[in-house]
């Protein structure tokens, strides 16, 4: 992920040995990463059971939030690709019934949307 992209809030995909490294914890007994994700502070993985965001809070970012979403809580989503001219595309998720989205998330180019447009499908339609 470049540094133009990852300060723009642009999220970059993070291989699977290093989630499982540093978030390994958090995972219950059969859960597996699928994919994950990194802001510049924060994180969001995509396990077999749930979406885990990490969110890395005050200045030093030694205060750490982890935000578990059951993927049935899930009740829409949407995927917007880059365009030429766009720098990223972007992830809205609706938890339950909100009328706005509860998690909105931007993509630099390297991430193929399509991978997380398909993660979702498969543990929220079934």
Same mark, same amino acid.
């Given at each position: 992920? +470049?540094? #133009?992209?990852?300060?723009? +809030? &642009?999220? +970059?995909? =993070? ?8 978030? *390994?914890?958090?995972?219950?007994? *059969?859960? $597996? ?6 802001? @510049?502070?924060?994180?969001?993985? #995509?396990? &077999? ?11 030093? +970012? ?5 935000? %578990? ?8 989503? %949407?995927? $917007?690709?880059? *365009? ?11 938890? %339950? ?5 509860? @998690? ?5 180019? %390297? ?7 398909? =993660? ?7």
């Amino acid at each position: 992920m +470049g540094l #133009f992209s990852a300060l723009l +809030g &642009n999220a +970059g995909t =993070v291989n699977q040995e290093t989630l499982v490294k540093d978030y *390994g914890k958090l995972l219950i007994t *059969g859960e $597996e990463i699928e994919l994950g994700f990194k802001l @510049i502070r924060d994180t969001f993985i #995509f396990t &077999n059971k749930r979406l885990i965001l990490v969110e890395k809070q005050g200045i030093t +970012g030694s205060k750490i939030e982890y935000k %578990s979403i059951t993927y049935k809580s899930i009740s829409r989503f %949407s995927v $917007e690709t880059a *365009g030429t001219f766009d720098l990223e595309a972007e992830l809205k998720i609706w938890v %339950s019934s909100e009328a706005n989205p509860s @998690i909105v998330k931007q993509f630099n180019k %390297s991430v193929n949307v399509y991978d997380v447009q398909n =993660v979702l499908a498969h543990h929220v339609l079934k």
